[in-house]
């Protein structure tokens, strides 16, 4: 299973939603915590991050 932690590839991820490019992040609960460390890290603040719920 691949963990989403890497800096880089979040950084252009975040570059494209400020572009008008809609991004959807899909993430295991196993492996949340390790996002958000490393969002963290980076100075961004998932709570300020519009999160949309399926269904």
Excluded: H, P, W
């Excluded at 572009?19 to 915590?33: A, K, N, P, W």
């Amino acid at each position: 299973m691949d963990v989403f932690t890497d800096v880089d590839i979040f950084r252009e991820v975040v570059t494209a939603t400020l572009r008008g490019v809609v991004v959807y992040l899909l993430l295991d609960d196993s492996q949340f915590q390790s996002f958000l460390t490393m969002s963290q890290r980076v100075g961004v603040n998932i709570q300020d991050l519009k999160v949309r719920g399926g269904s």
